[in-house]
Nanobody
Framework: QVHLVESGGGLVRPGGSLRLSCVVS????????MAWYRQAPGKQREWVAG???????NYADSVKGRITISRDNAENTVYLQMNSLKPEDAAVYYC????????????WGQGTRVTVSS
């Protein structure tokens, strides 16, 4: 059974930084494209960034140049380094398989909340 545990969120001022982590258990992520998504209040979940098994990355236009996705296949962990945060980055952040896929029955972790406010 796959479990996704996101962490690292919190309250940060505009321009600040956070590093999110997603520890995956129950499956070896080395075989999968992985991604971070976010959902702001009242909005649909949106894709933020993706990373292939060998490290090829893609980013939403809204975060390019400010956010970096990375992975440690040995630790079964995916990271999201967020810099120059803006109020519009505030959301609950989730990791999962890329391309909108999930491992089973639409399972998502609990996410980690990022609040950007002065």
């Amino acid at each position: 059974q796959v479990h996704l545990v996101e962490s690292g969120g919190g309250l940060v001022r505009p321009g600040g930084s956070l590093r999110l982590s997603c520890v995956v258990s129950g499956v070896a992520i080395v075989f999968y494209d992985m991604a971070w998504y976010r959902q702001a209040p009242g909005k649909q979940r949106e894709w933020v960034a993706g990373i292939g098994p060998a490290g090829r990355t893609n980013y939403a236009d809204s975060v390019k140049g400010r956010i970096t996705i990375s992975r440690d296949n040995a630790e079964n962990t995916v990271y999201l380094q967020m810099n120059s945060l803006k109020p519009e980055d505030a959301a609950v952040y989730y990791c999962n398989r890329d391309h909108g896929l999930t491992w089973s029955s639409g399972y998502w972790g609990q996410g980690t909340r990022v609040t950007v406010s002065s």
